[in-house]
Structures are given as C-alpha cells and as structure tokens.
C-alpha cells in the first residue's frame, strides 16, 4: 500500500488560542521560527508524501502564499549576494510546481466534513490525514513511523496514531480500544469512541493527528451526521468504517505537543527551541532567570 497524498485540514476557527488566530490562521502560529503548516508539510515530505492537499477556508489564503515562490524575496536575497543560506532554506521549504491543491470547505462544520472535502483530489487511494496543530517532535517523525507500519501491514487498513493520556482526561478526546497487540507499538482496534463520558473510556488511548485512511471513508462521510460539539466527526465515520474494514492503533515514538491549546503552544516552543543547537543555551539562560524570578 503506498501513500502518496496528505490532506491537511486548515479550515478550523482556532477559538482556543484567540486572539492571535482573529485575522491569522492557527496555522501560521509560528514555533521558534517556523509556521506549524510547513512543520507538517516536511514531516509529509520526509514520509514520502508527493501531494499535499490543503482543505482551507476563510480568511486562510496566507497559507496558499506561504508556500508559493517569493520573486521579489528571492530575487532580492540573490542580488545581495550574501545570503545563500536564507535562499537555501526557502528553496527546501518549497513543494515542487503541481505537489499541492487547495480546496475549501466552506463552513467550519468539523473535522469529518473537512476530510469530505478533499475526496476528488485524493480519489481511489490510501492517503494520510495530518492536523497542523499537533506537532510530533521526533527523528523519524510521526508519519513516517505511520506509513512504514501501513506498508508492512498493506491491504486495506486504516491506522491511527495514538498516545496515553491520564484517566481523567480521556472524556477531553477520541478514544480508542485495545484489541489483538501485533507488535510492542501497535496493536488491532477494539472500537473507537470520541469524548466518551466519565469513567466509559475503554483505555486511555487517545486518537492524535495523524491517521492513514483508506477512500472508502468518503462515502461513510457523504451521509455522516452531525455528533459531539454538534460537528460532523470523523471518528464517527471511522467508527462506520471499521465495520468493513480494520484499523490498526500505532503508539508512535516522539513528544506530541497540541500547539492549537495557549500552554501546548508555549511548551512547543521551549521543546523546540531546546532541541536547537543554535538556540539552546542561549534559551536555557534565559528560562534560567524567569524561574528565579
Ligand atoms: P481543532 O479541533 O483544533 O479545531 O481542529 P479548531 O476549530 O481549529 O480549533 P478550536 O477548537 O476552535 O480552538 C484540528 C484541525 O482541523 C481543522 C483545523 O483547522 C485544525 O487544523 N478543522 C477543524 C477544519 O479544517 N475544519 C473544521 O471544521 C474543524
């Protein structure tokens, strides 16, 4: 089974970190010195993605420009001769012309319906799904660890990125069940469960942002209803899904930040700034002082 599409789904209102997100997409928050969109693009391109679909809505055309070329950047970055580096880092963060689509979902009705939204560009084969608010710090990153599991596994499953969280928080996610264990990280799922109430969770497995899906989850969308948060969710969808086919619970390696929450974000940049050979001892000395204070 290869993975060749990832769609990111940037149509969101980002009320949890407002006011910063009003008139700027959550997308473009920036982590030390990149917007969280291009950290999940290249995690997509290390994995091997080749089309990057962007599902986007109002106000999030900064994003369409983010990733185009910049002439008068470029051209200016050349004439002062000096700045290969700079030019160097633009060129990398660029997709190659025709590796991206933009669509647009035009109400934020959910995550499901944002995934829905991107069907014809994916079509008829497996494709990941990546949120850009969680950011997974890690060498491999998450998708890769995702994708090589899926083509280890091939047919057609579906595998979800997951994570512990403590008991008494699980009612705050989706939740998945543990079936059959495969391997010491991965395992078969026993039903699937979003923001289940208190003390109904069957584990404490929380469903991240990362998933590998196969097409067949666009028709169990077209007619999915609206669930928790009064949102069409695709869990649900998966949940419809899983009846036909199975889904795999990959516990990935790495530190996941939720960078669409205000704490998940400040500890985001520390964790990647710390991991910077150029920033860390400067920062440390700096946190050094605020905690004394
Ligand atoms: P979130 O659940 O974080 O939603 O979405 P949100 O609406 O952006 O944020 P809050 O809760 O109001 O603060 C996870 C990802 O799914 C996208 C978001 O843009 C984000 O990247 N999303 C969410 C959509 O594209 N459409 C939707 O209808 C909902």
Not at 159 to 179: F, S
Not at 200 to 221: C, D, M, V
Request: one cysteine or more; a negative charge.
């Amino acid at each position: 089974m290869k993975i060749r599409k990832a769609v990111f789904p940037v149509a969101g209102l980002g009320t949890r970190v407002l006011p910063a997100t009003k008139a700027m997409p959550k997308e473009m928050l920036t982590i030390v010195d990149k917007p969280l969109i291009q950290y999940v693009y290249d995690e997509a391109r290390e994995a091997g993605i080749e089309h990057f679909i962007f599902v986007t809505g109002r106000n999030k055309g900064v994003i369409e420009d983010h990733f185009d070329k910049m002439f008068e950047l470029d051209t200016t970055l050349a004439a002062r001769g000096n700045k290969k580096a700079e030019q160097e880092i633009l060129a990398r963060n660029q997709p190659e012309a025709g590796a991206t689509s933009f669509t647009r979902q035009q109400a934020p009705l959910g995550l499901g319906h944002a995934v829905w939204c991107a069907r014809d560009i994916v079509g008829d084969e497996p494709f990941a799904v990546v949120l850009p608010d969680e950011l997974v710090l890690n060498d491999p990153g998450c998708l890769k660890q995702m994708i090589q599991a899926a083509e280890k596994l091939g047919g057609k499953s579906n595998l979800l990125a997951v994570e512990p969280v403590p008991d008494e928080l699980t009612h705050q996610y989706g939740i998945c069940g543990v079936g059959k264990r495969l391997a010491s990280n991965m395992f078969e799922v026993d039903g699937m469960i979003e923001k289940p109430a208190k003390g109904t969770a069957p584990s404490n497995l929380s469903i991240t942002g990362r998933y590998i899906l196969q097409p067949e989850i666009f028709k169990i969308l077209e007619t999915q209803e609206r669930g928790a948060g009064g949102e069409i969710q695709l869990t649900d969808a998966m949940i419809g899904l899983a009846k036909s086919q199975k889904f795999y619970g990959v516990e990935f390696e790495g530190e996941r930040h939720d960078c669409g929450s205000k704490p998940g974000f400040l500890r985001a940049n520390i964790a990647y700034g710390m991991a910077r050979d150029d920033l860390r001892e400067g920062l440390r000395a700096e946190m050094k002082k605020y905690l004394e204070k």
